[in-house]
């Protein structure tokens, strides 16, 4: 009896977590159907991102004169 009990209930739960799992990909399917899941796990190397940081990419110079004039105002506090 007891072991009925306990199968019922894992029965149960595999139940709700397979319909909820069926509501998520019926939710990603409706609302991003260009999603492939490629990067999950990191499986794309067609459009690998470069970690490395290139500083003129980052401080053209309109920026860096805005950081000059800036430290200048801050030098004369």
């Known amino acids: ?21 069926v509501q ?4 990603m ?4 159907p260009d999603y492939k899941g490629e990067d999950l796990f990191g499986e794309d190397t067609s459009n690998k991102i470069s970690n490395e940081i290139h500083p003129e990419e980052i401080w053209n110079d309109e920026k860096k004169e805005a ?8 030098k004369k506090h």
């Open 1 to 21: 009896m007891v072991g009925l009990i306990v199968s019922l209930i894992v029965a149960f739960a595999v139940l709700i977590t397979v319909l909820m799992w």
């Open 24 to 27: 998520g990909i019926d939710y």
């Open 29 to 32: 399917k409706e609302n991003y």
């Open 67 to 74: 950081l000059k004039k800036f430290i200048s105002e801050h």
